[in-house]
C-alpha cells in the first residue's frame, strides 16, 4: 500500500529556509505515470497547491510563491523535497506531500499526513 | 489562474438530509480536470470524486459529483454521521492547480 511521509523541522527562523523531505513507501517515484506534490494548509484555513514535480524533474509551482520554491527528486533515496526560502510568519502550515496524477484527469491521493511548519525566531 | 470558488462556506444539515454544494470557475475548463475531496479535523484530505463525477476507490454511492463549464457539484444523497467534514474542490490547468476555499458540512 502506497504511503508517503513527511519529515522536517518544526520551527524555522523568519528569513531563513524551510526544508522537508516526503518519503515514499509502497511505490517507485520513478513511474513515469505519477507526478509528486507539496500542498500547505495554514491552520484552520484552507488548501494552498505549493507545486509539483515528476520522476525526471519537470516541475510546475504556484506562481505566487515561484520566486521562493524548489522542488526536486531523488530517485536514488525515493523521496522529494521541498525547499522555501525567506521564510516568514505566514508560511506557517500544516506541510503535505502527496501523489498527483496530470494525465487526462487530475487528482492527489494518497496525501502525507502532514507537518506542521512553525516560523518563528 | 483559474478562480475556484465553493459556496456555502457553511452547511447545517441533519443526518439524512441532502447536501448539495457548489463550486463555480472564473473560466471555463475540462470537466476531466475537477477533482473534490473530503478532510476530517486532523487528517488529511480523501479524494472523493476526479474527473467531475467519477468517484475514487472506497467512496459510498451516496455522494456524486456532476457539472461542467464553470459550475460543478457535490452532492451527498442522505448525509451519514461520518460526512461531516470540509469538503474542497481543485482543478488542474495543466501548469497550475487550484483549491476553492472549501464548504464546511456541520450537524444542525
Known amino acids: 500500500q502506497l504511503q508517503l511521509q513527511e519529515s522536517g523541522p518544526g520551527v524555522v527562523k523568519p528569513s531563513e529556509t524551510l526544508s522537508l523531505t516526503c518519503t515514499i513507501f509502497g511505490a517507485s517515484i520513478t513511474s513515469s505515470t505519477y507526478y509528486w506534490a507539496w500542498i500547505r494548509q495554514p491552520p484552520g484555513r484552507g488548501l494552498e497547491w505549493i507545486g509539483t514535480v515528476s520522476y525526471s524533474g519537470t516541475t510546475y509551482y504556484n506562481r505566487s510563491l515561484r520566486s521562493r520554491v524548489t522542488i526536486s527528486v531523488d530517485t536514488s533515496k525515493n523521496h522529494f523535497s521541498l525547499k522555501l526560502n525567506s521564510v516568514t510568519a505566514a508560511d506557517t502550515s500544516f506541510y503535505h506531500c502527496?501523489?498527483?496524477?496530470?494525465?487526462?484527469?487530475?487528482?492527489?491521493?494518497?496525501w502525507g499526513q502532514g507537518t506542521l511548519v512553525t516560523v518563528s525566531s | 489562474e483559474i478562480v475556484l470558488t465553493q459556496y456555502p462556506g457553511t452547511l447545517s444539515l441533519s443526518p439524512g438530509e441532502r447536501a448539495t454544494l457548489s463550486c463555480r470557475a472564473s473560466q471555463s475548463f475540462s470537466s476531466s480536470y475537477l477533482a473534490w475531496y473530503q478532510q476530517k479535523p486532523g487528517q488529511a484530505p480523501r479524494l472523493l470524486i476526479y474527473?467531475?463525477?467519477n468517484r475514487a476507490t472506497g467512496v459510498p454511492d451516496r455522494i456524486s459529483g456532476s457539472g461542467y463549464g464553470t459550475d460543478f457539484t457535490l452532492t451527498i444523497s442522505r448525509l451519514e454521521p461520518e460526512d461531516f467534514a470540509v469538503y474542497y474542490c481543485q482543478q488542474f490547468d495543466g501548469s497550475t492547480v487550484t483549491f476553492g476555499g472549501g464548504t464546511k458540512v456541520e450537524i444542525k
Open positions: 474527473g467531475a463525477s
Open positions: 502527496a501523489r498527483h496524477f496530470v494525465t487526462g484527469t487530475t487528482w492527489f491521493d494518497p
